[in-house]
């Protein structure tokens, strides 16, 4: 393993378990520097993430889009594939998305 590639897996995965990776960042000293310096990045990235506070019912409105996203997508469906199929009178209702 090179200094790339052992600096692409520490930037893709800090904490990596790899073998070839943390033993070429425990003898290279570019690497290893490399590798602290992305794990003390992380750890001020997960402090900060932690220490977000989540708006009151954030939860309950992602949840509500994500179905409204599915319910658009299936009156899509029904719109445009049912009719071929022979049951228009289930797709009869025009859909607003186009
Ligand atoms: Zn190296």
């Known amino acids: 393993m090179n200094c790339r590639e052992a600096q692409q897996a520490l930037h893709v995965a800090p904490f990596t378990d790899a073998a070839d990776v943390r033993a070429h960042a425990a003898h290279c000293k570019a690497c290893g520097h490399v590798a602290i310096e ?10 900060v993430a932690l220490s977000v ?18 319910m658009r997508c299936l009156r899509r469906m ?21």
Not at 38 to 47: H, K, Q, S, T, Y
Not at 63 to 68: E, G, I
Not at 85 to 91: D, L, S, V
Request: glycine share 6%.
């Open 53 to 70: 506070r989540v708006p009151e019912g954030l939860w309950a409105r992602v949840l509500l889009r994500k179905r409204l996203g599915l």
């Open 38 to 47: 992305l794990i003390r990045l992380e750890c001020v990235i997960r402090d």
């Open 78 to 98: 029904l719109h445009h594939v049912l009719p071929t199929h022979g049951f228009a009178c289930i797709a009869r209702r025009p859909c607003r998305d186009e």
